[in-house]
Every structure is written in structure tokens, then in C-alpha cells.
């Protein structure tokens, strides 16, 4: 089979491409997600500007080396530079060989470093050392940069580092209108809603799981992204950012993980909270003469790093652990059915009523009665379905539950990134990421238990090759994976003979309405709607970016691809559901 294109399709189709390219051109620096560039004019003693400067720009931390020469008018640029520590060394004949250092970049920044050549034989050197500006360009601001030590310095009580993305302006923190089972921390930027939000790892799509809401914030089953000693530094881009950016509308989070450098580096640490100096709550209650003034709480946050190189100036590993344990007791209070309504009896009322049956002859009102027509198969719903009533008895049938339930939380992060300089042309990286946890949170009828198990996964791979000093390609691709199977489940044993389906998973079930008695209220239900509901989004990314300088002239084009899969499995989720109006 052939086809073809005629004249006229041929003319839309160079439209199309002119269109993509020009958008392109106007894009900035493309890989301004993760990486920075130098950019300066060399120039003599008396201010003139000298050309045909080689230039040799070296990252202090791994030894990666890239050179350039001066244009015509004095300028130079070293594009996709891996954030650090660098030093650039200038030299020409009839000059003294030109040092600067401290130079230290940034995601996103476009460093002006300025270099002055004095006259003299070139064996001779001038160091300067001094910070090199910062620049911001309207396409690719970095005013919203969050710095490695802010990163470091959080408290290790529940730390998580997208809690700082507040401390940019226009950046709120909406978590408190999340739902209870959903993970994670919520943030609306620019006045945009927070599943608008996209966040990069290493220039791959960072996804959170989700439950229904599509929310694309990392998260986990702690309420915390971990991993704080594998991240370096984060910016923020609020708005106004280029076609290099943007698939969602809201803010743009790039995020660069840490890499293993020419000296060894690492952490360790270890932190542990208990209860044992907690003050009591007011509605903290024992259920056993036994039991502790407060409900238990123990947290644990445990962690390690360790980075360096495989062989000096060429190949580096980094490494990141870090584990987050929790056992956190509720001061729970419940209705449910009293002693005598597990047996089958409630209390007489008047001749009328619709709520327990009726006195006969001489019985006193409140003589707690067998329930005309009751189903004796009705009675091991009362008996598992709730707890059993340990406080004041409220009248029609209910009683309150005092139960101290614990909430179980376990959370595990790690983190491996692999860099490599094959040559002076080629640089690779490669890093995975994985965060698993669970959740276990009791429910209201703490005979049950909400059950939320995400894991996410990051696997990304760059490349970057040096054609010439003046032109240069960078590739990247991706996979990010979130994945959560959320339920209700029972959290003691019940049979199985008290499904309301055969073979399916234990029902739901609702008294409704309001009961009598003293204090009033509604039975707390029982059990859950759903069961295990599967939540999985994979997301493919390949991106390609080219840049050739040229003078005064910065040209930038690129290709970027994204596959998406988001699958939802409630096979066996849906869960009979029994209905009462009344006891």
C-alpha cells in the first residue's frame, strides 16, 4: 500500500513544522529543568573585548570538563551544565592564564561570569574567587529556587521537603481540603488547583498515587515525600515559563536529585518519638484499669546516604535509604448496639411505636423485650459487625464503645543515581527511585479498617553529547509508575457465612434514622462500600534537545513525547450493602 502527499498538504505540513520550530527558537534553554549554563564576556586589561579565548569550564565536584572558545565580539556560553561547584580557566598566547572560582550553579540559573586577561607569558596565573551573579531569564526564572541547606536543614520530625514549597510567594499549602484517604499534602500555585501542578525528578514526570482524585503531587502512605538526603534543591516556575515547560497549567517543580562526587560523602541518622512525657487529652479514655493514661505513640524516622566515585573524574554512585514507622493510638468513642440488643431485645415503648416493640399488660416502659418476628440470623450482624459496648447505655438499644484503635503506618524510600563521564563529549546519568508504604486507618466502627498500600516508582536516563563548543544535544527518557489499592476491611475476625453475597467480601451495614433513649444518635455503620479499588497511572517520557550558539545567538529546538496509561481495577471492589430505617 502507497500513499501521498500533495502540493497543498505538503505547504500545511511546512506551516506545521515552521510553527514548531519558531515555538522552539523562542523556548530558552530546554533542559533548564535540571541543569544551569555559563554564560560571559572575555575581555583585556583596558576593557576591549579579545575572541578566539579558549575557555575551559570544570566541575570541581566530579572533574567533567568542557571547552569553548570566545566568539568575534568576546562571548562566550557552556549550556547543560550539571548543577555544582565549577572553575573557569581562560587562556590565550600573550596572556596570563585567567582562574575563576566559586562558582556555584543552580537549577534553572544562567550564571554571568565575567573574565578579565592581563598581559603576560601564560604560564602565569590570576585566580579570583567570588560567587558568580545570578540571572534570572523570563523564560526560565529561578526565584523559586529552594537551596540545597534550606532542603538539609529540615527538622527530622516528619520532615518532608514539599513542605517548603510554600516559602514561595504565591504558593499556599491547601492539604485540609484533601480527603481523609487520600495521601500526600496538597499546594495550589499561582492560584491554580493542585492537581495542575507537574513535578519533575532528574527531568522525568514525578507522579503521586490517587484515589479517584487525579492529583499529581508525590506522596506516600505518611502524608510525606521522603527522600530528603537524596534531594539537592528544587525550583519553583509559577507562570510565564516556556514551551520547555508546561503540559499542566499550574506550577512547574523541578527537582535534582544528589549524585556522588570525587570525595566520599554520606549521612546517617536515626529519630524516635514517643508518648512517654504526652499529657492526656480530655477525651483520652481507658478502656482496661490497665491501660496507659494516654493512647500509645511511637514514631520512628531512620535513614542513610552515601555517595562517591567508582573511579576519580569518571564514574560515581549515590545512594539513599530512609524508613518512617508510626503506631498511633485514637481516643475512639462509638454507638452501637447495647448488651441487650445483641441478644435480641430492646426496650418496650408505647403502643405505636416503630423503633422497639410495644408493652404488653403491666410492663413497665424501657423492660427490655424479644423483638416481635426477629430473624435469629440477624443476631451475629450485632455480635461482629461492631464492638462491644463498654460505656453509658443511651436507651433503644445503643450504647457507646470507649476503643483506643492504632493506627499502623510504614513507609520506605530509596533512591540509587549512577553518573558517568564517558568522555569529554559524552556524560551519562541514570537513577531510580522507588517509595512503598501502607497505611492502616481505623474507622469510625473501629472493627474495621481503612487499608491505603501506594508505592511509586521513577526509573530516568540522560545523555549528553558535545557535537562541537557550539552545538550540543541532550536526551532524556523516563518511566514514573504510581500505584494504590485502597479498601475497607475487617480488623477483626468475622465469619465469612455473614457476607451478604456469597463468596464476596463482607458488606456494608446502615441503621439510619435516629434511635431513642437518652443522648439519641445513629449506629456508627459497619464495614465499607468498597473493597480493594487498584489506581495505576504509568507515564512514558522521551524528550530531545538541541542547542547551537552561535555569537550573539542562542538557538534551542527540541522534541518532547509522553505516553500515558491510567487504569483503574474495582473488579472486586463493589460490596452489597444492607439498609435498615430502624432497629
Known sequence: MSSRIGSGQFTNWRKYLLAIVLVSFAAGPAWAQVTASLTGVVRDASGGIVPEVSVTVRSLESGLTRATETAANGNYTVPSLPIGQYEVTVEKAGFKQGIRRGITLVVGQQAVVNMTLEVGDVVQQVTVTGEAPLVNTTLSPTSGLVGEKAVKDLPLNGRSFDQLLTLNVGTADTSSNRSPTQPGNLFSVAGRRPEENRFLLNGVDYVGVSGGANTATPNGSAGQVMGVDAVREFNVVQHTYGAE???????????VTTSGTNRLHGTLFEYLRNSAFDARNFFDHKVNPSDPDVPPFKRNQFGAALGGPIK???????????????RLGFSSVGLVPDANA?????PCAATGTT??????????????TAVPGLKLGMLPYANHFWPEPNGEVLGGGVAKSYTN?????????????????????????ATYMIQDGQNNIPAVDTNFVTILPPRSQL??????HVFSPSVLNVFTAGFGRAKI????FPAVPIPENLAFATGNLIGNLVIGGSVTGAGGGTINTAGGSLGPTTYARNFFTYTDDVRIVRGNHSVSAGVWVQKIQSNRDGSGASK???????F
Open 245 to 255: 515547560f508546561g503540559k499542566r497549567a499550574g506550577g512547574q517543580i523541578n527537582i
Open 485 to 488: 489499592a485502597s479498601g475497607t
Open 312 to 326: 576519580q573524574d569518571k564514574m560515581f554512585l549515590f545512594g539513599n535509604y530512609e524508613g518512617f514507622r508510626q
Open 405 to 429: 484503635p492504632v493506627q499502623r503506618v510504614r513507609e520506605d524510600f530509596g533512591l540509587l543515581r549512577y553518573d558517568h563521564n564517558v568522555s569529554a563529549q559524552d556524560t551519562f546519568s
Open 576 to 582: 452489597a450493602t444492607a439498609s435498615y430505617p430502624t
Open 342 to 346: 445483641r441478644l435480641g431485645l430492646l
Open 459 to 464: 526509573i530516568s536516563v540522560q545523555e549528553t
Open 355 to 368: 423503633t422497639s416493640p410495644a408493652c404488653g399488660p403491666n410492663v413497665p416502659v424501657g423492660t427490655p
